[in-house]
């Protein structure tokens, strides 16, 4: 037997505890400090101790927000010895209805022998002093267009409970007989020619059982007459009078008849963002029933996106009025103008205004819309309840205004959470994972196109994230100020999109070829002309030549051909077209000589002149034969032709016709020669 902790509650006033039924225990939920704190998913027994006297109250739960400060609980469904102890303390809208049959008299659960007890027994239990509740206020009262009207509050039951009776069970009708079609010729009203004959209902209300408050997680049991609507929608195999019985939406009863549950969670383990995206990515259209604290909400879907919702208890903010008065242009008086109006024509409120002429119809799907994210955004920070999805694709026709975008609301909702974080907080949390590889989750990469991203945010999401930068990298390469890239790729993983990683794994090959490829591609963009060749602007034809080769070498195919694909071969072609791009512009002399001219003037090209002329006497005298042609080389590529020139090239032209210079090899000369550069800047530039 499972031990199971109990722990006392004592509230002092009969109005703490009608506010705590009110505030959290109607809504299936118990929020207060219990020590020790409890782990989440503890299963816990209450014990509410009322400090003026009278019956206590049992109830039993999950703990699914642990803290030190108040833990929340989500209860089981009411017993009803809980029910007429509450009853006793004056909240008569905790009665049981009369579903539960006669009410046994109030009996404290036996504990487990491992389990601490009250104060009747030897080790006395945790008893906690209520903490004062926070106030909530109190909703609009304005009911929401095409809600379910409210069901009628429970019959009171006097203080000292007494045995209820089952409600006799009213007399069956005869089922009402049905007229065979009549032969043509027959009097005017008669059945049309082909018409199939009325089905008879073999169906009674005396055969239903009524649903207790608490079924609302169970179907009810199927019959004959109350059979589920098709996948499709467009047949049901029910008949009229027990269709016409349904209470409607967001009622057990017509959640019976949604077509198949396709899937199914709890918000315990997984939260209503992720439920949308892997919604969103399925392209889902139906309806997802959602049941919390016993509050219930349908969303439905078109393409992944919700579209409308129908609630049983709509908070502040999720009313269509909220909607509608804080955009559209619509006093107060004459919201409960069509309010009025749509109590005595049955015309849906919002609906009504449009038939007035008071708003458009565009206006009213723009405001259906604005509720749809308000709910929405609301339900991200849901942490307990249910959920379950019915394919439906009736939601496409019935529901014609534009969806909301699904992606740019989650979206700005992380972004808003992360902006609540201060740098010193972004800072302390990322430190631990500097060293750790960004990488893209698999069955979310698609969506990453799809996100409405601009400018650095979009470069580091579409360029660099599949790559598998690591955090330190991605500061360097990111193109975003520290602390706002930190923030983004925060933002980016708590939405699912990237994940960290110590270990690329199978992957490490792959990403490392494209990080060294992408920084290549940035340094051949950035650097321009010769540099990018890897070449000084003194250079000559045939090292601009060498310079492109050596580019292309290193990024050859076939020394990535066991990890390539697409992205590698894109990166590969765009380093190829760039290193094109430069060897066509200074493969000619003048081309070459149009490029020095923007870096350099007239002067400064007869300073070089001089210069290498110079370095390469040095050089021959040394016999440094391959460095020497080079310099010589560069005098006649640099000195431009005017007279004060005529004499360095004259001498350059005599020195290249000696044959230990003009057949030298450069080998491992190229130091040298970068060498002679550095000190040809170092003076003209």
Not at 640 to 647: F, G
């Amino acid at each position: 037997m499972v031990s199971v902790r109990v722990v006392q509650v004592v509230y002092d006033d009969i109005s703490e505890l009608q506010k705590i039924w009110r505030l959290y225990l109607k809504h299936g939920a118990l929020v207060t400090r219990i020590l020790p704190v409890p782990e989440k998913g503890e299963r816990l027994a209450v014990q509410i101790r009322p400090g003026w006297g009278g019956d206590e109250i049992y109830l039993t739960g999950t703990v699914v927000q642990p803290s030190s400060a108040m833990s929340v609980m989500q209860l089981d469904d009411l017993e009803i010895t809980a029910r007429v102890a509450l009853v006793s303390h004056g909240i008569e809208e905790a009665a049981p209805p009369p579903a539960f049959g006669a009410i046994p008299a109030v009996r404290a659960p036996e504990p487990s022998p491992e389990t601490v007890t009250g104060p009747a027994r030897e080790a006395p239990a945790e008893t906690i002093k209520a903490p004062e509740p926070v106030p909530i206020a109190a909703p609009e009262p304005v009911p929401i267009a095409a809600e379910p009207p409210k069901p009628r509050p429970p019959p009171t039951i006097p203080s000292t409970p007494k045995p209820i009776p089952p409600p006799p069970a009213p007399k069956p009708r005869p089922p009402p007989t049905i007229e065979s079609p009549k032969p043509a010729g027959a009097r005017p009203g008669r059945q049309r020619r082909g018409a199939r004959p009325m089905r008879q209902s073999g169906s009674s209300t005396a055969n239903r059982k009524p649903l207790s408050s608490g079924s609302f997680h169970k179907a009810p049991p199927s019959s004959p007459t109350l059979s589920r609507v098709s996948k499709t929608g467009e047949s049901v195999d029910m008949d009229a009078r027990s269709a016409s019985s349904l209470t409607g939406p967001v009622s057990p009863d017509t959640e019976a008849v949604l077509p198949e549950v396709a899937s199914k969670g709890d918000f315990g383990h997984e939260s209503w963002r992720d439920v949308l995206l892997d919604l969103f990515i399925e392209r889902a259209t139906g309806v997802i029933v959602i049941h919390a604290f016993r509050e219930n909400r349908w969303c439905y879907l078109v393409d992944g996106r919700p579209t409308h919702y129908l609630v049983d208890h709509a908070h502040p903010g999720e009313y269509l009025s909220d909607a509608i008065l804080k955009e559209c242009d619509v006093s107060a008086g004459q919201w409960t103008e069509a309010l009025v109006g749509s109590k005595i024509s049955g015309v849906a409120p919002g609906d009504y205004l449009v038939k007035r002429g008071v708003i458009t119809e565009r206006e009213l799907h723009e405001a259906l819309r604005r509720r749809a994210a308000a709910i929405t955004r609301n339900l991200l920070t849901a942490n307990f309840g249910r959920w379950t999805y019915h394919p439906w694709t009736p939601v496409r026709e019935l529901f014609t205004w534009e969806p909301i975008d699904v992606l740019p609301l989650i979206l700005s909702a992380e972004r808003a959470n992360m902006a609540r974080m201060t740098d010193d907080e972004i800072t302390k949390t990322t430190e631990p994972h500097l060293d750790k590889h960004v990488s893209l989750a698999p069955e979310r990469a698609d969506l990453l196109e799809q996100l409405p991203l601009e400018g650095a945010e979009r470069s580091l999401a579409r360029e660099l994230l599949p790559g598998g930068w690591t955090m330190k990298e991605l500061l360097v390469h990111g193109g975003l100020t520290e602390k706002d890239l930190l923030r983004f790729v925060w933002v980016l993983k708590a939405m699912g999109f990237v994940r960290l990683r110590t270990d690329e794994g199978s992957d490490s090959k792959r990403n490392r070829a494209e990080r060294k490829m992408y920084v290549a591609l940035k340094d051949i963009q950035r650097r321009k002309n010769f540099e990018a060749l890897h070449c000084h602007w003194t250079a000559i034809g045939s090292e601009v030549q060498e310079g492109h080769r050596k580019t292309l070498d290193e990024f050859n195919a076939s020394k990535f051909a066991g990890v390539m694909d697409p992205r590698l071969q894109d990166l590969l072609d765009r380093i190829r077209a760039r290193a094109d791009e430069l060897l066509m512009r200074l493969k000619t002399k003048k081309g070459r000589d149009s490029v020095r001219r923007s870096l350099v003037g007239e002067s400064q090209l007869i300073m070089a002149a001089d210069l290498m002329l110079k370095q390469g006497d040095m050089e021959a005298y040394k016999s440094n034969w391959g460095v020497a042609r080079v310099c010589y080389e560069r005098v006649i590529e640099l000195a431009p032709h005017i007279p004060e020139t005529q004499e360095a090239l004259k001498r350059a032209k005599e020195k290249l016709l000696d044959p230990a210079i003009s057949n030298a090899a450069l080998g491992t000369e190229l130091k040298a020669i970068d060498a002679v550069g550095a000190a040809v800047d170092k003076l003209v530039l």
